[in-house]
């Protein structure tokens, strides 16, 4: 079973405008495609998606979803094995958009395993901690390997205006942070069990 | 200075249907009032704001807002001196309706005094966590004394369907949950500032 191909979503949790998640998502998907584990490997951009703030009249555990948006969801994630989660930290914690995403579903979650890939002043350190609790709860299993890009050492900011806070710069991680997204690649598809083994 | 009369929202958080905020906003709210300190306690219910998920190119630290709902909420959140935030649980954390709307402001919220009333399963314990390291990231000072209500203890599901989980039931507090809401505001009261003492 541990052999079987896995399909990988790559999440870009951000939906902000000049956001940085994008590039960041595109890094990790040109390694994780270089992976042999993962036979399929897409990236997900939350902002194409447009889900509005939660508007299910029931809550997600419950599995009766009502509209459009919140079924193709559903489907969307139903697809996947694992998932890497692009996220940037706001005020000490994940984004809304992220947030929200999580919480339209439940039992789609339910089995899959999710890496974080973190960015910010400090990696995303702290929007990591919080998603560990809100994932735990919909019954993902967390990967303890993370990586958390820093503003100042992995972005390049050479061709920007650098009082510009609109400038997402160009991402240029060190070689160690190549090294620590390979480690989390390799722990996800360690962990990560096809859909038909745990739906 | 401290006698100074203040100025108080009771934020609604949440903006899911059939949630369950608006009826203990108004529990919170009839408190305030009665509460001598508090000259003006209004009720702001996220779900009339209508934000979308966090649409401003310019991170708020810059205060360089672009959009009219922006705005607004900015000009609203500036004409208080102290908040009670009410929020439910959304998977062992605040819900996302919640985080947008703190993220889309920075200097409104700064030297604000804010106050947590939680409900759900447990209390909302762990949104009411999470959300202190948000508001400190704001600079907001956050209060130690929180109610948690709970569900199944301070909600009468006596008139409706028990099954359903989209009837919200009828608030009806345990006795020491009054007594911790009046501690909470209490607590406001003593450690909130006016906006002029501050700004």
Same mark, same amino acid.
């Given at each position: 079973m541990t052999n079987d191909a896995l399909t990988l979503a790559v999440l870009v949790g951000s939906t902000r405008p000049a956001r940085r998640g994008p590039m960041v998502a595109a890094w990790v998907a040109d390694a994780a495609r270089r992976h042999p584990r993962f036979a399929q490997v897409d990236v997900i951009d939350l902002a194409d998606l447009r889900l509005p703030l939660l508007d299910e009249p029931v809550p997600a555990v @419950? %599995?009766?979803? *009502?509209?459009?948006?919140?079924? *193709? /969801? +559903?489907?969307? =994630? *139903?697809?996947y094995d694992a998932f890497v989660v692009v996220t940037p930290v706001h005020n000490a914690s994940y984004p809304a958009s992220?947030?929200? +995403? =999580?919480?339209?579903?439940?039992?789609? /979650?339910? %089995? =899959? =395993?999710?890496? @974080?890939? %973190?960015y910010g002043a400090h990696g995303g350190t702290r929007a990591i901690d919080h998603l560990r609790t809100v994932f735990a709860e919909v019954k993902a299993v967390t990967v303890p390997q993370e990586v958390s890009l820093e503003l100042l050492a992995d972005v390049d900011f050479n061709d920007a205006e650098p009082a510009d806070p609109t400038a997402p710069g160009r991402l240029a991680p060190r070689p160690q942070q190549q090294d620590a997204l390979d480690a989390l690649l390799d722990a996800v598809a360690v962990w990560a069990r096809p859909r038909a083994a745990v739906g």
């Open positions: @419950f %599995g009766d979803y *009502r509209n459009p948006h919140t079924l *193709r /969801w +559903a489907e969307t =994630v *139903r697809s992220l947030k929200n +995403a =999580v919480d339209y579903l439940y039992a789609e /979650w339910n %089995g =899959v =395993v999710v890496g @974080f890939v %973190g």
